[in-house]
């Protein structure tokens, strides 16, 4: 019994503050993946509506999605598709950690409290991913930047 | 014997006691608050890179092929959108960066303090992300209203 109480002293506990805290962060989590979810599956249904027209609005405005074009698109397709299952499986992760986080602390359920913890990472696992892939298309914009500065010296 | 009341205000003070960050929960919170570190510091190099970009890339003038003249580079609405970009993203990421450091530092000292901090950096964080997304759909439902109410003038004349 003293070993259990010496225990829980010792754990790091969620207090008062900590559990209003997560629930106004679970709160508006769940706004933003709710939103999340059906801009996402707008933006599928008006690819899946407008795609050819699209991709050739694209190829108006830049020559390598013209080449693409020519192709049938197949690659930018499968390259959007993939963006688009990435970012719903990541809002689709905000939505769990939202839910499972306020359902644990609700019902004091510590399985469903840490649940919500392991999507969250999942979450920032994932857009991490997206912001080191951002970051690498900036320094290419920013090598291409220099490379037409030389070209134009 | 008198049954002692408890209010659900003190029941759900209890409830949150029962929560622990055990070891398990502990380190995914450490590796959530590792990966919010990675993407706020690529988001911040990000900036960096795109205010290079739009001050560097100076308008070029070119001549075409119809003896006119294209520009190519950055421009003055360029240079400010860029800013205005990169001074929302910046001011938004700087509250994840602020709970990953927070959660982090919280989870290694076993410091309640600092997990709460954090949690209160993630959401702000998340606050700030969803005014910012109810703004925007303001703005997108007033386009709407403006493009439907043109073209509906245009359909009646």
């Known amino acids: 019994m003293e070993n259990l109480q010496e225990q829980s002293l010792l754990q790091m506990n969620l207090d008062y503050d900590g559990g209003h805290i997560l629930h106004e962060t679970a709160r508006w989590s769940r706004f933003l993946s709710i939103v999340g979810i059906v801009g996402i599956s707008l933006m599928v249904l008006v690819f899946a509506l407008a795609g050819t027209a699209l991709i050739a609005g694209l190829s108006a405005l830049a020559p390598s999605v013209a080449s693409l074009a020519g192709t049938g698109g197949a690659i930018l397709i499968l390259v959007l598709l993939i963006v688009f299952a990435a970012l719903g499986f990541m809002v689709f992760m905000l939505y769990r950690f939202s839910v499972l986080t306020r359902r644990g602390i609700d019902r004091q359920d510590q399985a469903a409290f840490t649940e919500g913890i392991k999507c969250l990472k999942i979450y920032f696992i994932v857009s991490g991913i997206f912001a080191i892939l951002g970051l690498l298309g900036n320094l290419s914009s920013l090598i291409n930047l220099f490379l037409i500065n030389r070209i134009h010296i | ?157």
């Open chain 2, 1 to 157: 014997m008198e049954e002692q009341q408890i209010s659900p205000v003190s029941q759900d003070l209890d409830n949150f006691f029962n929560i622990t960050f055990d070891t398990a929960t502990r380190t995914l919170l450490r590796q959530a608050a590792v990966w919010a570190k990675i993407a706020t510091i690529c988001a911040f190099i990000g900036y960096g890179v795109t205010l290079v970009v739009a001050f560097i890339g100076r308008p070029h003038y070119t001549l075409q092929s119809d003896e006119s003249f294209a520009t190519t580079g950055a421009t003055g609405a360029g240079i400010f959108g860029a800013i205005i970009t990169v001074a929302i993203g910046a001011f938004i990421n700087y509250f994840l960066y602020r709970f990953a450091v927070s959660a982090i530092r919280g989870v290694d000292a076993m410091d309640s303090v600092s997990a709460n901090e954090g949690f209160n950096s993630l959401r702000t964080y998340f606050k700030i992300l969803g005014i910012c997304i109810i703004i925007g759909l303001c703005f997108l439902a007033l386009a709407s209203l403006v493009f439907f109410a043109g073209m509906g003038s245009s359909v009646r004349y």
